[in-house]
């Protein structure tokens, strides 16, 4: 029984990643901050040290004083994990073996009956296992789109009926009450059910209707099709698809900024008002030697503003970076853009330009008036922060779930739009191709009703977490409530 005048504890556990912890944490602080909790975020930890851009926000001056963070005892990489597994394979197994390890005990210490709920997110539900055992409602906390996390639902019944690789369909994927996903932009983890990667996805998203309830990070402005079929739709009803509670977006709100991110405002300062183009590929972009050349040459070639946080080159996209998100001084040192941009590039973009190395404060710069467009890979995080202060998109998907959501942003939600490979088996993008792109976002008219669109989302999401009428607000305070009063009825 919680002494009186306790507030109540809920526990929120997000798996390895900033795409994760960003989210869950922001998740932490509006039930701390709006809904009377004391919250306990859980960190799973390695034995590497963490990268400084996760310091940094888990130092964050605005976390409130009822949210805590607890360290789960560390993980040894090399010995859980093997040179050659792919990223979310080395992700859910370094996962499991602190959730297993650790989970139970650390619960326990926080006292069995004071913990009203625990919230998870795709690749940490062994807690769900454990949470049973100690009779803590576990919920999951979807860091993607409703539309993925509606395929996500439907994957053991497209498991179980299709033979061949799901590549290999003819036509693209019905899922019930949602917009068909094309096969070309199936996440890569579903492409081979032979490995390790779908095997690990598979296990995880067939747990999700043991969740007591669903909690997307999205609102219904957003996306209704997707909301309303896997609420309504009779093939999600039959499942049974637990309760879904859109409670978005939940994005960062302020970042430190270094002195770096200091001298970009600063000159975004000076330039026009939507002039800017910001260019980031998330804390896992990386591009091939050859297709970051001919970005560049593409941005010059376009005469647009620019501000372009550039890492250094590698063919393996999408793994050298995700758990060292970088952001930290000696990096931005090593990671020097003279050393492998075009020649004469940055000398040419003087002025026009402005290229910074490894990290920069992404949610001050798409909040500045002057950024008129976001060139980004369309991670779920991005596209939330750049819709939530009103900016276009130029979709440059990947890997993960990117593709999916770039068809989305453009087909359904009409913010984005997509750069073309071009016929023949090109693999990479053309600077001709990213120059007409870029002109067009940033001066045409589609651009322009892109960013018409965009600013009209923007005060949709303000409304949607207002805390009066907002619809994301009222959804996270009617399960606030229910984690209230459903276990008072238990103590």
Same mark, same amino acid.
């Given at each position: 029984m919680e002494k009186q005048g306790i507030k109540p504890h809920v526990a929120v556990l997000p798996s390895v990643g900033m795409g994760h912890l960003i989210p869950l944490l922001e998740l932490g602080k509006r039930l701390a901050l709006h809904h009377g909790f004391r919250v306990t975020l859980l960190l799973i930890t390695t034995n590497t040290p963490p990268s400084a851009a996760q310091d940094q926000l888990l130092c964050s001056p605005d976390i409130p004083s009822d949210l805590h963070i607890l360290k789960l005892p560390p993980v040894d990489v090399e010995q859980v994990t093997t040179h050659d597994m792919l990223i979310m394979t080395r992700l859910c197994v370094i996962t499991e073996h602190s959730l297993i390890g650790s989970l139970k005990s650390v619960l326990v210490a926080l006292g069995l009956g004071q913990t009203r709920a625990l &919230?998870?997110?795709? %690749?940490?539900?062994?807690?769900?296992? !454990?949470?049973?055992?100690?009779?803590?409602?576990?919920?999951?906390?979807?860091?993607?789109?409703?539309?993925?996390?509606?395929?996500?639902?439907?994957?053991?019944?497209?498991?179980?009926? &299709?033979?061949?690789? %799901?590549?290999?369909?003819?036509?693209? !994927?019905?899922?019930?009450?949602?917009s068909p996903v094309r096969t070309e932009d199936l996440l890569d983890q579903v492409r081979n059910r032979k490995n390790d990667e779908y095997k690990w996805f598979y296990f995880h998203v067939s747990r999700m209707p043991l969740a007591s309830g669903i909690l997307l990070n999205s609102w219904e402005d957003l996306e209704p099709v997707s909301l309303k079929a896997i609420k309504e739709n009779p093939y999600f009803k039959h499942i049974p698809t637990p309760p879904v509670y859109p409670v978005g977006p939940l994005i960062k709100q302020q970042e430190t900024l270094s002195r770096v991110d200091v001298e970009c405002l600063e000159w975004l300062d000076k330039q026009p008002p939507d002039s800017v183009l910001f260019v980031a590929l998330g804390s896992g972009g990386t591009l091939s030697l050859e297709q970051q050349n001919e970005l560049a040459m593409g941005l010059e070639l376009s005469q647009?503003?620019?501000?372009?946080?550039v890492r250094h080159p590698t063919d393996v996209t999408g793994s050298g970076t995700f758990f060292d998100s970088g952001g930290s001084q000696a990096e931005m040192n090593e990671n020097d853009p003279r050393g492998y941009l075009p020649e004469g590039f940055l000398r040419r973009?003087?002025?026009?330009?402005?290229?910074?190395?490894?990290?920069?404060?992404?949610?001050?710069i798409l909040g500045h008036p002057c950024t008129g467009g976001f060139l980004s890979h369309c991670g779920w995080n991005s596209s939330l922060e750049s819709i939530a202060h009103g900016v276009p998109i130029i979709a440059w998907p990947l890997y993960a779930e990117q593709r999916m959501n770039a068809t989305m942003l453009v087909d359904d939600i009409g913010v984005a739009f997509k750069l073309e490979k071009g016929a023949g088996g090109h693999?990479?993008?053309?600077?001709?191709?990213?120059s007409r792109v870029v002109r067009m976002v940033m001066e045409g008219e589609q651009g322009q009703v892109m960013r018409n669109r965009a600013k009209q989302l923007k005060q949709s999401a303000a409304k949607a977490l207002d805390n009066m009428n907002g619809s994301s607000h009222h959804s996270l305070s009617f399960v606030s409530n229910l984690w209230k009063t459903t276990t008072d009825q238990v103590l």
């Open positions: &919230v998870t997110d795709f %690749f940490s539900t062994q807690a769900f296992d !454990i949470c049973n055992e100690l009779s803590i409602p576990a919920y999951l906390f979807s860091t993607t789109c409703i539309a993925f996390s509606a395929f996500a639902l439907y994957l053991p019944k497209l498991d179980s009926d &299709v033979e061949c690789e %799901f590549i290999d369909l003819p036509e693209p !994927i019905e899922v019930p009450g949602c647009q503003r620019f501000i372009w946080v973009t003087e002025g026009v330009g402005l290229v910074v190395p490894s990290w920069g404060s992404q949610v001050a693999t990479i993008f053309a600077r001709q191709e990213i």
